[in-house]
Every structure is written in C-alpha cells, then in structure tokens.
C-alpha cells in the first residue's frame, strides 16, 4: 500500500508536469519524454518500491540488501538523468522539477528507513524532512501576508544534498551499525541543515546573499569546505572502514 501510494505520488508529479516538457526558455511542448525524463521516472519507480520496506520489518539475509540496492539505483539515476538530457539535447523544464521532487522524496524515504532500521537516531527523520518544513515555511508566510524572496543559484545547495544521499545510501547497507552510524549521522547532518538554514534566512529576509559581509564569510566557508573538509570526510570514511573490516573479523 506504501509503494502504492509513492508510485502514484510520482505519476501525478509527471502528469501534473506534462505541460512543463519543454527546453527551458521556450513554449513548444516536446513528442516525447526523452531519456533523461525516463530514467528519472526510473528512479521513481524504485523510490516507490523502497517506501514498500518503510513499515515492514528489517529483511534478514540477501533480502536485507534490497532496500540499499535500490536507493543506490535511484542515486545512480540521479546522476545519468542529467547527462543523457543534456546529451540529446532534451533538457526540459519537467526535467528539473521531477529532479527536485525525487530528491526530496527519495532522501525522506531513506532516512525513514534508516531510522526504521535504528541506523539512525531519530530525530534525523527531519532531515529527510527538511524541504517539505521549507515548503510549508514559504506557505505559511505567503498566507500570513510576509515577503518571500528568491534564493539565487547556489552550486553548494546541489552538492550538500548529493552528499546527503549518498550518506544515507551508505546507512541501508547491512554492513554499518550504531554507536558509528549515529556519530556519521550528526557530521552529515550539521552542513545539510545548515544549508536549509541559510536558504530560510534568504527567502525570509534576513540575509542579503548580495551583501559585502556575506560574501567574504561565504569566501571563507568555501576555503573551509574545498581545503579541509574532504580530508576530514576522507578520514572519516577510512575509519569506518577499518571499523567495518574489524566487525566482520570478528564475527
């Protein structure tokens, strides 16, 4: 039933979006989906299947591997969608609103899991349900009356949320377990939130993304995220590896 009502989740976003299947820029609607659109439908359909593990007990065995087989497959779709929508020169406005939803979607159904699965602590369902509270954030202003501004490109906002799915990809492997998934869980969670912090400041009012103050802070974050922490996160990945090595010797 939970699979069920994802999947038809996902075809009304694309029915909903049919008017948007043309290139950015122009009005005439496109004959077909074209192959990016399909393998993020693709990665629809198995975000629908993972959702059917949410209220089921942890599957034991090789069973036990499906539920990461399948949002890796998701995110691997997620990263050829693009390409091969670029490639046949298809990129559509539907495109990218599919794109946003699925990511939102799948990172809300993984970290659900996850939770489920006591991979993670609790509280971090609100991390997967960070864009939805966003969403309904701008809702709720608008209702009231409030300014909402728009939030100008950022390529970090991309790139913080790839890590985040690829972190909560990394929790569904039967190979990983608490105290360590909890501690993994509070570094990742610490830049994914702060960014949907600073993306609330903006939409809000409350920071000037064009101010002098700003962009010498952000100047100084980038040095801090580009120099210092890949090699904090590398680190980190070889520690747990290691530990993940020395679990198995011992089992």
Known sequence: IVAACVLAYGLGLLWRGLKDNHRPGESSLLPTLGAGNVLTMIRGLALGLLAGFVFLPQPSEGLAWLPALLYTLAIMADYMDGYFARLTHHATVLGETLDIEFDALGILIATSLAVHYHQLPWWYVLIGLSRYLFLFGIWWRKRHGEPVYDLPPSTNRRMVAGFQMGFTSAMLWPLVYPPA???????????????????????????????????????????????????????????????IVVAILRN
């Open 181 to 243: 998934t909890t501690l993994a869980g509070v570094v990742f969670a610490i830049p994914f939130t702060a960014s949907f912090m600073r993306d609330w400041l903006v939409v809000s009012g409350r920071l000037d993304p064009t101010s002098l103050s700003y962009l010498e802070f952000r100047r100084k974050l980038a040095v801090v995220l580009t120099r210092w922490f890949p090699v904090m996160l590398r680190g980190f990945v070889v520690a747990l590896v290691l530990w």
